[in-house]
């Protein structure tokens, strides 16, 4: 049967594919998605069945029924028989930038570039039989003959002067291809000051000024104020601020992180548009670590609905908060009425690829801590694997929409097999699924859509406390990887994160989580007074130093000499976070490093919510 597959996938991603055209007529986007999900079978799906040969009774029913079909799988359909008259070459245009923009594509070929340049799909000129007849067609488009593309006068522009951002410019050059415009900061030209260039393009460009033009052209007195842009477009340097190198950041539509110590200017920052948008929260007691992932909490919550917010809480800090912002406060215990499945899945868990597959390998790692962190062998990893299909075979027949196995109806399942290997591991894991530590055996009856979660696991004891974890781990992935369905971004706060690191399982998946989260539009925020033994962990150590957002408050002396290491802290920056108040310290964002300061007025609501400083709750 593997066999059999493997052809079926090599023929399909063959030249000679009869479906290719067909494919290709449901449009571009359909094709390569078709040819995406071929190779990844061949790839991914392949090796995974290389690797699970064994078959239930089932299995070998169902095969025989697809076996019985052999005869018609490579059967050329009647359209594909007549395709010698179907044009095989198309010429397309790529960019101007190429000298011979015009190329030639075999439609029997799969490709999605030639010579380094992708197709454009929208430039299709036109398709020939014969390759001879598309060339002379190619070379007489790429010929001095052919007529010139349109090109949009630009000389105009060069010299002029425009004010933005109460600052002014002067354009020095625009770029034929790409229609940038670059233009030089002029604002202290006759005086001390930081110029910042920036590059916009044309269009813009062009309705600034034309702005500008006609609001010089009114009355003095009906003279609106100087044009600003779009904040969305708004682009600043990394220019060096005063003394040790403190830069600031500002970008469009981000949140308030304090007061530059050296320019008094506003630090405003915008996660979403650094290469990595994980952050971590450093200081000792007292220094206002949670005060300030409350703020940039409520500041998302209340500026930002298309972003939701997750909260892991080992300490009830966050529950006041979150009860007055109309969250959900989710409490997991072995007492708790409040319970989360550790089997939900949505069909959108597995990022294109069969949800099952990924599902299995956290059954996987659960098993193995439930059973006490032990190895698992091979057999008793396929007989896992074999019963997680089959758990969720019905769940995922109905489309997702019905209601999820538990782990009872895993451990049911166990008991259903053969092999002595599942009676030992259904045995194991009867604690944590009839058992009185059952609390993650059963159907999820809390709201996990709400906005603002908040997952307060402080009454987890020691038995509980590594697999709940991983549950609560493996339930906000679930909701991660709904919002990116959803195009809706995702927040999450993880207090005293080197709890997480104490347990191999939930290190090893919050490791994997903290990497996969970029491309589903999620941020991690670790929050942690425990440095040293944070940086004790090689894998928390590798987060850290890759992690593009860091806030760092009062630090301890250890702690500020392996910081400083870690992520080269010159000695006048360390002074910022040597024996400083709360709210105090160095912030971090991409390779910049800047000295803020962060007071919030207390005779507010809003404090009173979010401050834990004894008296004041």
Same mark, same amino acid.
């Given at each position: 049967m593997i066999a059999h597959i493997k052809n079926y996938y090599d023929y399909c991603l063959s030249p000679n594919c009869p479906f290719i055209p067909e494919w290709k007529k449901q449009g571009e986007d359909y094709y390569r998605e078709k040819m995406e999900s071929l190779r990844f079978g061949r790839e991914q799906f392949i090796p995974y069945l290389e690797q699970h040969t064994e078959l239930t009774k089932e =299995?070998?029913?169902l095969l025989a029924e697809i076996m019985a079909t052999e005869s018609e799988w490579f059967r050329v359909p009647e359209e594909a028989e007549q395709s010698e008259d179907t044009p095989r070459f198309t010429v397309e245009q790529t960019s101007d930038a190429f000298d011979e923009p015009f190329i030639i594509r075999d439609n029997n070929v799969v490709s999605d570039t030639q010579d380094g340049r992708y197709y454009d799909i929208d430039g299709i000129y036109q398709t020939f039989n014969s390759e001879e007849e598309a060339q002379a067609v190619a070379d007489t488009l790429n010929s001095a003959e052919a007529p010139a593309p349109a090109m949009e006068q630009t000389d105009d522009l060069i010299g002029k002067e425009i004010t933005l951002d109460n600052r002014r410019y002067v354009i020095e050059s625009v770029g034929k291809i790409s229609g940038d415009v670059s233009m030089r900061d002029i604002t202290f030209q006759n005086e001390a000051g930081f110029p910042i260039n920036r590059v916009e393009k044309l269009p813009r460009v062009r309705e600034w000024l034309k702005a500008q033009e006609q609001a010089e052209s009114l009355p003095e007195k009906e003279k609106a104020p100087a044009v600003t842009s779009d904040r969305s477009n708004y682009r600043i340097t990394e220019d060096t601020l005063g003394i040790g190198g403190a830069k600031e950041k500002f970008k469009a539509n981000g949140v308030y992180y304090g007061q530059n110590v050296i320019s008094k200017n506003m630090i405003i920052a915008n996660r979403r548009h650094l290469l990595n948008g994980n @952050?971590?929260?450093?200081? /000792? %007691?007292g220094a206002g670590k949670s005060f300030t992932a409350k703020e940039e909490m409520t500041n998302i919550i209340l500026t930002d609905p298309n972003a939701d917010v997750i909260?892991? =809480?080992?300490? $009830?800090?966050? @529950?006041p908060l979150v009860k007055a912002m109309q969250g959900e406060v989710i409490l997991i215990s072995a007492t708790s009425e409040n319970h989360i499945n550790a089997m939900d899945m949505n069909s959108d868990y597995g990022d294109g690829a069969n949800p099952v597959i990924l599902k299995s390998e956290f059954i996987l790692s659960l098993c193995e801590q439930l059973i006490g962190g032990s190895t698992l062998g091979a057999k008793q990893k396929s007989i896992i694997d074999r019963c997680? !299909? %089959? /758990?969720? $075979?019905?769940?995922?027949?109905?489309? &997702?929409?019905? /209601?999820?196995?538990? #782990?009872?109806?895993? $451990?049911e399942e166990l008991l259903k097999q053969n092999e002595p290997e599942a009676q030992e591991i259904a #045995? !194991?894991?009867? #604690?944590?699924? =009839?058992? %009185?530590?059952?609390?993650f055996a059963k159907h999820t009856n809390v709201d996990t859509h709400s906005r #603002?979660?908040? &997952?307060d696991i402080l009454d987890l004891g020691k038995q509980l406390q590594p697999i709940g974890m991983l549950v609560v781990l493996d339930s906000i992935l679930n909701r991660i990887t709904q919002n990116r369905a959803k195009g809706r971004n995702t927040f999450i706060f993880i207090d005293e994160i080197y709890l997480l690191f104490q347990y191999e399982y939930s290190a090893n998946f919050l490791f994997t989580l903290w990497k996969r989260v970029r491309k589903y539009g999620a941020y991690c925020t670790g929050i942690t007074q425990n440095v040293d033994d944070l940086l004790q962990s090689h894998t928390a150590r590798t987060m850290l130093a890759n992690s593009e957002f860091i806030i760092m408050l009062n630090q301890a002396s250890t702690d500020r000499l392996e910081l400083a290491k870690l992520l080269n802290i010159s000695d006048l920056q360390m002074s910022y976070i040597t024996n400083v108040g709360a709210g105090q310290g160095l912030l971090k964002v991409g390779s910049s490093l800047v000295p803020f300061v962060n007071k919030f007025p207390r005779n507010t609501e809003l404090y009173r919510l979010m401050t834990t400083k004894f008296g004041e709750v």
């Open positions: =299995d070998e029913t @952050s971590f929260i450093l200081g /000792v %007691s909260i892991i =809480d080992p300490e $009830r800090e966050y @529950s997680t !299909a %089959s /758990v969720y $075979r019905h769940y995922q027949q109905g489309n &997702y929409m019905g /209601v999820p196995p538990t #782990l009872q109806d895993f $451990r #045995l !194991a894991i009867e #604690l944590f699924t =009839d058992g %009185s530590l059952n609390t #603002l979660i908040c &997952y």
